[in-house]
């Protein structure tokens, strides 16, 4: 970003890493950890985001599953599902995360995952790295994003120490200036007023995919009405 403080934090940060004052912090000197640490400097040119149009914007579609809606009283994500909008293919990530607890009946029915599988996964340290590895500067779009942005916000703190950076785009936000009239509240229900197919429903790649479909349709939308960038975006559902 442009702000001089975290400049400044940054040069500090690269003095200090030689030394290893962040070792416990990291818990190890994994090159990964260091190596996403060094990338935040590539924050910084987020903010360019804002002018390139739509069309054109590198974007990374994504979805979580977690055990509840509250990562401050305890709640954990389960899995991440993310995929990266191409020309003319889209990449893919998904991964289990470690948890160790019991999932609630509710929980098992809706994911369809099980303590077994979630027992020997990557930790979240391992799979936020290779995530944001796989997301580099992208901007990130997801459907209904406070509940993945307040996740990622606090798993940021606890695990690096670190505020979260990268641009989150709510879906839902967008689509109020397509059809403010028109109250859609589910995935289900936008997919089913844009004709997507709904496949593997809370399977968090799943959801990823069919909501990468949803915002393609909503760029198509948009450039319609004459909204080609995430600036005019902010500045129309700012006068809704």
Request: glycine share 4%; proline share 3%; with cysteine.
């Amino acid at each position: 970003m442009k702000d001089n403080s975290f400049l400044h934090f940054m040069k500090q940060f690269q003095m200090k890493l030689s030394t290893n004052v962040y070792t416990p912090l990291l818990g190890k000197t994994d090159p990964k950890h260091i190596a996403f640490l060094r990338n935040l400097e590539k924050e910084m040119e987020i903010e360019k985001s804002l002018t390139i149009p739509l069309k054109d914007l590198h974007v990374v579609v994504f979805d979580m599953e977690t055990t509840g809606f509250a990562p401050e009283q305890g709640d954990q994500i389960l899995s991440i599902g993310a995929v990266k909008m191409g020309e003319t293919a889209n990449d893919t990530f998904y991964s289990l995360v470690r948890f160790e607890g019991q999932l609630t009946p509710a929980v098992k029915e809706l994911t369809g995952l099980d303590e077994a599988e979630l027992k020997t996964a990557p930790s979240l340290s391992d799979v936020l790295i290779r995530f944001y590895e796989f997301v580099q500067t992208d901007t990130l779009v997801a459907h209904h994003a406070t509940h993945e942005k307040k996740f990622l916000q606090h798993a940021n703190w606890k695990i690096f120490r670190k505020p979260y950076k990268h641009r989150i785009i709510d879906t839902s936000l967008v689509f109020k200036l397509i059809d403010p009239s028109l109250k859609l509240v589910s995935l289900d229900d936008y997919c089913n007023h844009f004709e997507v197919e709904v496949r593997d429903r809370h399977h968090a790649l799943g959801d990823a995919q069919m909501t990468a479909q949803l915002w393609s349709k909503f760029v198509f939308q948009m450039n319609e009405m004459q909204c080609h960038t995430l600036m005019d975006v902010y500045d129309r559902v700012a006068k809704i």
